[in-house]
Structure formats: structure tokens, C-alpha cells
């Protein structure tokens, strides 16, 4: 068990309920979860733990019944991009250029999922595109990591050093929200006038019915927060801008129940969509958003009673930098803890993203069950999802777990003709929407 602040999964729960602004009587005790079972995600880390608690915060947000969780369907929808079958064929999930590399001195961390990054990264190390994966360990073995990185981030690349644990960082960020909520109130003469929701169960509807979300993300938490808000019954129109294609297959595994369009950020067209969204959900860069007008502050101060929910990668005291799970894992000392014999390992899911998504989905949800007017701003990042988990006890080897018939836990759908099997939604008692074409809609309510 590691030093100072630790957690168990009902003391998390209880303070993730609280932070969203819900009373304590919401949150059960530990034998009630514990009851539950472990979800199976094996890692040293008390990965299993923080998935249930994130996805149990999202069922006590929208009034499900935590006693029909089942901690198998959890781990699937955590590993869903395993289980992801387009045309019957799994797609590659991870590019040549992402992964971990020797350096003279180390570790480095790459990300080379998207084109662009991998362009990048190819530029930096002066690698010719025939011989890719072989020409980079070449070319990382002779740098020290710190040199490597600041040649691929320089060139616009993704690339972190593999580093332990910072204690006294992590706690340090562990002494701040979870899930940060800041309240604001319009000025006088300018509230809102909220459309009112339905009680879940009544007449057949779901609990966010009647509410209008836009999403402003792409990867994985960003749209996992989305997923799960529509899947509670939210009208969520995703935008992407015309000139990023999403990745094929990452937008299927995590697009249920959306409609997808394009349209640039300063397209006037846009602002027609925030005059009447209920609650906008942004995963860009905080610089990035601040450049386009886009951030929390420019939000919430133009559209009085507009709920806002900012994710990012490292924070909004990095807003420049750009990062996913699996960078985040590696700098923050998580790929030191899960990995063996000197050489780094992971987690058994990009368990941040997940946890990220479901805990600001858990929060939204609350937020919109239980308007008042007020803005509101949530935020967290992956690297404090990161530092709860190192402050959560761990074990000294990964728990081993049963193997286990998933073929009940799959979503099987038809999209543009193609059939596509994903993981299906970790909340009970609920059934996936089929994910749109990416792009294919109108941008408009």
C-alpha cells in the first residue's frame, strides 16, 4: 500500500459525490460496493476500484439502482477498444509509432496514432517512412530522453519520458477536487430559462431527456462523458472540424447514441448551437479554446446558465500542452509501476480516459438533474484521475481473474452497411444507440 492519502472505493465515492454537488446520504457504504464484486482489470494499481467508483457515480447521478451494476460489463466497456469488430475485423487500434522506446538513458513514450503526430515524429528523428518502427528504436537508442522529447515535441510530436512516481506531486494535486465545480451567476435580467426534465421512468423517458449537449472532443474521455450523457437520453451533437479527420474506428467505439457534423470553431454557426445547448463538453487544449473564444470563462460569461465541462490532459495550469492516456501513464510513473523487469508496462485499459469520462459524466448529469440557473464549470484532467489512482492502495502483483464469456456484454450494430460489435454500456439497464458516420450530420439541433 503506498504512503499517505489512500482510499477505498466508498470513501472515493462519497467525495466524488459531494464534489458534484450531491448530498452524502447519495453515496453507499463499503460493504455495499464492495458487495458488487471486483471488476476485473488486473493491475497493481487499484484500477478495478477507481472504474467502479467512476462508473457508480454516473448511476447514483442519474438514479439507477447501484445494486445492478455488474463489475464484468465495467471492465468490457473499459476494453472496449478489444473488443471492437468493423466488418468483422478488429481494427488496429495502435500506429507503428505509439509505444515505448529505449533511449541512451531510459524510456520514451510516443504517440503516433493520428497522421499529423506521426508526420512529426518521423520529421524530428529524420526517419524515412519504409522502415518506421525499426529506423525509430535506431534513432532513440543513440538520444538521451530528454533530447528525444524535446526534438519530437519541438517538431509538433507527441512524445513524454517514462518517469517514477512523484509523491509529493501527487499529493499535492490529490489536495485539490477530483472533480473541480465552480458556480456562476448570471448577471441580473440575464438567467436562463431552463427547459424542464422529465423524471426518469416517466412516460418512458430516460433521465436527460429534452436536454441538448454539445460535444467538443475527440480520443476517448471526452467522448466517453458524451456517450454515456446520451445514452441517459441527451440530444448530443458531436462537432469536429473538417480539416482533423477522427480516426475511423475510435469514433465508432465510443459515437453511440450521437450525431456527428462538421463545422469549424469560428463559424458563426457555432454560436447559434451554444445559444441553446444546455451544457457544452470541451476536450481541446485550454489554449487552444482560449484562441477560439471557446473557453470556460468566454462561455459561461456569453451564455448565462450554460453548463461547461473542460477536460484536459495535464491541466489547466498546462494549457499549452497537448497528451493522452497512455503519455500521462508514462510521465506520471504508472507505466514504471505496472511494468517488469526494467522495461515500462500499462494499464490493462486506458483506465484515465474511462474514469475521466464517466466521472465528468457523472457530474454533468447531476448538474442537469438539478438546475438552478447558475453556470457552472467542471473540470478535471487525466493527470489528477492519475494521481488519485497512485494514492489508492496497490497490490505487489496484478490480481489474476477468471476468464470470462464477454459475448453478453458486446453491442452489435449497422452503420452505413458495415456491422460493427463494440462493448456495450456499463450502466445497467440500458441499450447503445448505433453510432452515426463520422461527419455525416447536419449541425444543428
Known amino acids: 500500500m503506498v504512503s499517505g492519502h489512500s482510499t477505498v472505493p466508498a470513501e472515493l465515492l462519497?467525495?466524488?459525490v459531494r464534489e458534484m454537488g450531491g448530498g452524502a446520504a447519495q453515496a453507499p457504504d463499503d460493504t455495499a460496493l464492495r458487495s458488487l464484486?471486483?471488476?476485473?482489470?488486473?493491475?497493481?494499481?487499484?484500477?478495478?476500484?477507481?472504474?467502479?467508483?467512476?462508473?457508480?457515480?454516473?448511476?447514483?447521478?442519474?438514479?439507477?439502482?447501484?445494486?445492478?451494476?455488474?463489475?464484468?460489463r465495467i471492465a468490457v466497456a473499459y476494453r472496449s477498444d478489444r473488443y471492437l469488430e468493423v466488418g468483422g475485423t478488429p481494427p488496429p487500434v495502435w500506429a507503428p509509432l505509439s509505444g515505448f522506446w529505449e533511449s541512451a538513458d531510459g524510456w520514451v513514450r510516443t504517440h503516433g496514432n493520428y497522421p499529423h503526430h506521426a508526420r512529426a515524429l518521423r520529421t524530428a528523428l529524420d526517419v524515412d517512412d519504409m522502415a518506421e518502427a525499426e529506423a525509430v528504436a535506431r534513432t532513440l537508442e543513440t538520444l538521451h530522453t530528454a533530447?528525444?522529447?524535446?526534438?519530437i515535441s519541438e517538431a509538433g510530436g507527441l512524445a513524454v519520458a517514462v518517469r517514477p512516481e512523484d509523491r509529493s506531486a501527487d499529493e499535492a494535486l490529490r489536495r485539490t477536487p477530483l472533480l473541480d465545480v465552480a458556480v456562476t451567476a448570471p448577471a441580473a435580467g440575464r438567467r436562463r430559462k431552463d427547459r424542464p426534465l422529465r423524471a426518469r421512468g416517466a412516460a418512458g423517458h430516460a433521465p436527460l431527456d429534452g436536454v441538448r449537449v454539445l460535444d467538443l472532443t475527440r480520443v476517448i474521455a471526452g467522448p466517453v462523458c458524451t456517450r454515456t450523457l446520451a445514452l441517459l437520453g441527451a440530444d448530443v451533437l458531436r462537432i469536429d472540424p473538417p480539416h482533423l479527420p477522427e480516426l475511423p474506428w475510435q469514433h465508432l467505439d465510443t459515437g453511440?447514441?450521437?450525431?456527428?457534423?462538421l463545422l469549424d470553431a469560428r463559424d458563426p454557426a457555432l454560436h447559434g448551437l451554444l445559444q441553446t445547448a444546455d451544457a457544452v463538453v470541451l476536450g481541446y487544449r485550454p489554449a487552444a479554446l482560449e484562441r477560439l473564444g471557446l473557453s470556460p470563462d468566454a462561455l459561461v460569461e456569453r451564455y448565462p446558465g450554460l453548463l461547461v465541462t473542460q477536460l484536459s490532459a495535464w491541466g489547466t495550469d498546462h494549457p499549452e500542452r497537448a497528451g493522452f492516456d497512455s503519455l500521462v501513464q508514462a510521465e506520471s510513473g504508472i507505466a514504471v509501476i505496472e511494468?517488469?523487469?526494467?522495461?515500462?508496462?500499462?494499464?490493462?485499459?486506458?483506465?484515465?480516459?474511462?474514469?475521466?469520462?464517466?466521472?465528468?459524466?457523472a457530474a454533468l448529469t447531476h448538474l442537469l438533474r438539478h438546475r438552478d440557473g447558475n453556470s457552472r464549470i467542471v473540470r478535471t484532467s487525466l493527470r489528477r484521475?492519475?494521481?488519485?489512482?497512485?494514492?489508492?492502495?496497490?497490490?505487489?502483483?496484478?490480481?489474476?481473474?477468471?476468464?470470462?464469456?464477454?459475448a453478453a456484454h458486446l453491442a452489435h450494430f449497422?452503420?452505413?452497411?458495415?456491422?460493427?460489435?463494440?462493448?456495450?454500456?456499463a450502466l445497467p439497464g440500458l441499450t447503445f444507440a448505433a453510432p452515426h458516420t463520422w461527419g455525416s450530420d447536419a449541425a444543428r439541433w
Do not use: C, N
Open 14 to 16: 462519497a467525495r466524488v
Open 37 to 72: 464484486g471486483g471488476v476485473p482489470l488486473p493491475a497493481r494499481t487499484a484500477t478495478g476500484d477507481l472504474a467502479l467508483v467512476s462508473v457508480a457515480a454516473v448511476a447514483l447521478a442519474a438514479g439507477i439502482d447501484l445494486a445492478h451494476i455488474d463489475p464484468v
Open 147 to 151: 533530447e528525444a522529447v524535446r526534438r
Open 256 to 261: 453511440h447514441g450521437k450525431r456527428s457534423a
Open 339 to 361: 511494468g517488469d523487469a526494467g522495461r515500462p508496462g500499462a494499464l490493462p485499459a486506458q483506465a484515465l480516459d474511462h474514469s475521466a469520462g464517466y466521472l465528468l459524466a
Open 385 to 406: 484521475v492519475a494521481a488519485e489512482l497512485l494514492g489508492m492502495p496497490r497490490t505487489a502483483d496484478a490480481p489474476a481473474f477468471p476468464e470470462t464469456d464477454v
Open 414 to 425: 449497422g452503420v452505413a452497411g458495415t456491422p460493427v460489435t463494440t462493448a456495450g454500456p
